[in-house]
C-alpha cells in the first residue's frame, strides 16, 4: 500500500472506527487511543461552541451526532475555531434528524454560532453607516430562550427578530428588535440611508412618515450610535 493509500486508510479509520477495518500492523489498543484523542478533541471544540445545544441531548445520542459529523463532513478548512462553523454548515445540509431531536436544532445552532463569528470576526466598522461586526438576526423560534428547561414543540406566530454586534469594548452582545426596528436594520445594512428606509416603511405600513414618527426612530437610531451598531453619514 503507498504512504497516500495508508494516510486515507488510517483517516477512514479515524472517522468511522466501527466500520473500517484496523490497518494491517497496527495494534488495536494503540489505534483506539488515536481514535479516542481524535474525537474528544473535535467533541471538545463543538460541545465549546454549543453549549446549549449539547444539553437537549443525552450523551449516546449527542456521541452519534459527533460522530455522524466527523464520518460525513468534508471540512473546508483546518482552523480548530472554525470547528463550529463546519458542524454548522452539516447540520444544515448533511444532518437527519432522528426521533426525539428538538424541531430548532438548526436555528438555537446558528444562533449560538453567531456569538462566536462575531468575535473572532477580523472585520472593522467602517467611518459611517452600519457596522460589519452587527447582524439582523431573525429566527421562527425564540432561540435566546431555548434550553433544557424551554423546548416547545411549535414555533410562535411572531418571529423572533434580535441584533447581534460586537461593541467597541470586543463584546458579543445581543438585543431583541421589533419587525420594524429588524426592517430598519436590514436597509441600513444594505446600504441606505436611514430616511429613505424610514420613508419606504412608512409607506409599507400605512404609517404617516410626519415629525413625531421621525423623531421616534431618531431615537433609536441614536441608542444604535452609542452601542457602535450604526454611525450617522
Known amino acids: 500500500m503507498s504512504d497516500v493509500a495508508l494516510q486515507h486508510a488510517f483517516a477512514a479509520r479515524i472517522r468511522r472506527p466501527g466500520e473500517q477495518p484496523l490497518l494491517e500492523g497496527i495494534d488495536a489498543e494503540r489505534m483506539a487511543i488515536y ?13 465549546g461552541a454549543f453549549p446549549v445545544l449539547r444539553t437537549l441531548f443525552e450523551a449516546p445520542r449527542w456521541n452519534r451526532l459527533v ?27 448533511g444532518y437527519v434528524a432522528q426521533a426525539g431531536d428538538p424541531p430548532f436544532i438548526l436555528e438555537l445552532a446558528h444562533y ?3 456569538e462566536l463569528a462575531l468575535d473572532v470576526s477580523d472585520a472593522t466598522p467602517a467611518p459611517e453607516g452600519w457596522s460589519a461586526l452587527a447582524w439582523p438576526l431573525a429566527y421562527r423560534w425564540p432561540v435566546q430562550r431555548l434550553g433544557s428547561d424551554y423546548q416547545p414543540d411549535t414555533p410562535p406566530e411572531q418571529a423572533t427578530c434580535l441584533l447581534a454586534w460586537r461593541d467597541p469594548h470586543d463584546k458579543v452582545r ?5 419587525p420594524f426596528a429588524y426592517r430598519l436594520a436590514l436597509g441600513l445594512q444594505a446600504g441606505a440611508s436611514a430616511e429613505a428606509t424610514l420613508r419606504q416603511l412608512a409607506d409599507e405600513h400605512g404609517l404617516a412618515a410626519d415629525a413625531d414618527y421621525f423623531n421616534n426612530a431618531q431615537q433609536l437610531l441614536d441608542d444604535w450610535q452609542r452601542q457602535g451598531i450604526w454611525r450617522a453619514p
Open 112 to 114: 449560538e454560532w453567531v
Open 67 to 93: 460522530r455522524g459529523f466527523i464520518a460525513e463532513h468534508r471540512a473546508a478548512t483546518p482552523y480548530f475555531l472554525e470547528i463550529s462553523q463546519e458542524f454548522l454548515g452539516w447540520l444544515q445540509q
Open 35 to 47: 481514535e479516542s484523542l481524535f474525537f474528544n478533541n473535535i467533541e471538545s471544540f463543538i460541545s
Open 174 to 178: 445581543f438585543m431583541q428588535l421589533s
